[in-house]
């Protein structure tokens, strides 16, 4: 385990280098000059003189690299534009309302996804079947960017129950999380049925079932508790998209977390606040695949010794 | 469910081809007197906030969606073939190069890095394009690469090497089209990821900019008008929702029919 560990782990560190290092361009990628693009057109050439040194764009390319790679070391992710404060105190000050909807995305998901995927699954063949997974596929390829708002045109406009946008409450955390849990539910639903519906024909659930096991018991201890194993990685690896679906459900319900904090950035060419955001999000990205993988290699011994 | 998608697939490409020429009225004509108006007989998906009929600019919209949906599943997989088989075939040190740069794209989750990409080189469909290309081909070149792997060990290859036939022979006649299949599916759900992508850049303002028709512009414009004029989001997310489901339903269906596998362990 501590071999298997050690691997991934220095596999790791090439990929963040290579994460860093394209974060690090994405400002020598602006047509022209970075520091006028920032400013615009109406800067003086004192203040963009100014900017350029300030963010040490005057300085040789590798010089600049080793900066900045060892202010990402020192967790210094440079100084916003806008507001002169620090970027990383401006994204740690918005990582628990991002946390906070990508976790209850993440519950809402399950909740709702691994039930379909089981009576899909032991209803195979039956119209209970095709209509559960007619609705994942539906899931899929309704985008969150009109589900948001459809859900808030019901629940709040319509109904009333549920307010449109902000953060606070519980009730504030209904749609964002219903409507970023979604797509993840339609494909945690048919992995689910998927895999269940493989280990359905092991002959362990035969076995179980010739002993006398009931089919509720055969599928609940045996089956399903199997079937979970490549789930559980799902959920790992789909987090990335519940990241970059947060940047759209945050900017939709005017929650206050890093994604919205991107586009604002964006919106206000504060680069070094974008560098900050894209950054910290595809580290997070790459720090649950390696916990994913590690929580693979203890679930299935079969990982570690390949 | 296949055939659904097939159906859903061609009307959405005979609306881009000819829904400007069907479409009743000019997606770009103004009727200021009748702005936010709701659906009606003459006005099927109502008026916007500029009072321009909606459903003329939805198939205006669709022109835009598979134009981007084309070039990027081309280009993607036709760089992500290439650079997957030369991978897959050669190994060694082009493959660990080719392998350690997917591996970074792959650090971005999903359209992050686009929306980086597009952050710094500016909004334009063109640069959604290219965004697009730049992540996309990454997953067909790790699908090719892992079906040449499998492909270069087969008879018929080892024969053609034995004969004396040139590489670039080898992988084009022999090895991709074996990739080809998976290829295929992967273009036809990739159809549906790239709509829904340039979807989002566009809603998210780093699209396609107005007043060209986009279905993520038109949705991202609507969301102001959500309260009085709800028809403003309907719509536009209708089609795309419809659109993309139409190639998964496709895309679905090919991979039944070219990976029995797949159907018999589903």
Redesign the interface.
């Known amino acids: 385990m501590v071999r298997f560990l050690a691997r991934r782990l220095a596999l790791t560190v090439p990929v963040l280098l290579g994460v860093a290092t394209l974060v690090f361009s994405l400002i020598h990628l602006i047509p022209g000059d970075p520091a006028q693009a920032m400013l615009g057109e109406a800067a003086t050439p004192h203040d963009v003189e100014e900017l350029r040194r300030r963010l040490g764009l005057d300085r040789p390319l590798l010089e600049q690299y080793g900066t900045f790679l060892s202010g990402v070391t020192r967790g210094d992710l440079g100084t916003s534009l806008r507001t002169g404060q620090p970027v990383a105190s401006q994204i740690l000050e918005r990582m628990p309302a991002t946390a906070e909807l990508a976790a209850a995305a993440m519950i809402v998901a399950i909740l709702c996804s691994i039930p379909l995927g089981i009576v899909a699954a032991v209803r195979r063949g039956t119209s209970l079947d095709h209509g559960a997974m007619t609705l994942a596929l539906a899931g899929v390829s309704i985008p969150n960017f009109w589900l948001g708002p459809l859900l808030a045109i019901i629940f709040s406009v319509e109904l009333g129950w549920l307010p449109v946008s902000g953060r606070g409450t519980l009730a504030h955390l209904v749609l964002p999380a219903f409507s970023l849990g979604a797509a993840l539910a339609a494909v945690l639903a048919r992995m689910t049925r998927a895999t269940l519906l493989e280990e359905l024909r092991e002959q362990y659930v035969v076995a179980a079932r010739a002993r006398g096991v009931s089919r509720l018991r055969s599928v609940m201890r045996h089956a399903f508790r199997n079937s979970l194993i490549p789930v559980v990685t799902l959920i790992g690896l789909q987090f990335g998209s519940v990241l970059t679906g947060a940047v759209i459900t945050e900017t939709i319900f005017s929650w206050p977390g890093i994604g919205r904090l991107l586009i604002q950035s964006i919106g206000f060419r504060d680069y070094p606040l974008v560098q900050g955001c894209i950054l910290l999000i595809a580290v997070t990205y790459v720090g649950v695949n390696l916990l994913t993988d590690l929580v693979y290699g203890i679930l299935d011994p079969r990982i570690r010794y390949e | 469910?296949t055939r659904l998608g097939a159906l859903v697939v061609v009307v959405a490409v005979i609306a881009a081809i000819f829904g400007p020429m069907l479409a009743p009225f000019d997606p770009s004509a103004q009727e200021l007197a009748l702005r936010l108006e709701g659906p009606s007989s003459l006005h099927w998906f109502g008026l916007d906030e500029l009072g321009r009929d909606i459903f003329a600019r939805v198939l205006s919209g669709a022109r835009i969606s598979l134009m981007v949906g084309i070039v990027v599943v081309s280009v993607s997989a036709t760089i992500g073939t290439m650079l997957g088989a030369i991978a897959g075939y050669f190994g060694g040190r082009v493959d660990e190069a080719i392998s350690?740069?997917i591996?970074?794209l792959l650090?971005?989750?999903?359209?992050?890095?686009a929306?980086?990409?597009v952050?710094?080189?500016?909004p334009s469909l063109t640069n959604v394009v290219l965004a697009l290309c730049l992540i996309g081909w990454v997953g067909y070149a790790r699908l090719v690469r892992g079906q040449v792997l499998r492909a270069r060990e087969f008879e018929f290859v080892q024969a053609a090497r034995a004969l004396g036939a040139q590489t670039s022979r080898i992988l084009v006649q022999h090895i991709i089209p074996t990739a080809l299949p998976a290829v295929t599916v992967q273009a036809t759900l990739g159809m549906?990821g790239a709509i829904?992508a340039e979807?989002?850049l566009s809603?998210?303002?780093?699209g396609v900019q107005p007043p060209t028709p986009s279905w993520?512009t038109m949705?991202?414009y609507?969301?102001s008008h959500?309260?009085d004029a709800?028809h403003l989001?309907?719509f536009?997310?209708?089609a795309?929702?419809v659109v993309?489901?139409g190639f998964?339903?496709l895309g679905?269906g090919l991979r039944d029919t070219f990976d029995p596998a797949t159907t018999r362990?589903?």
């Open positions: 469910m350690r740069i591996d970074i650090a971005f989750p999903g359209l992050l890095l929306i980086a990409l952050a710094v080189l500016g549906g829904l979807a989002s809603f998210l303002g780093l993520g949705l991202s609507g969301r959500l309260l709800p989001t309907i536009p997310g209708l795309i929702a993309v489901l998964n339903f679905d362990r589903t």
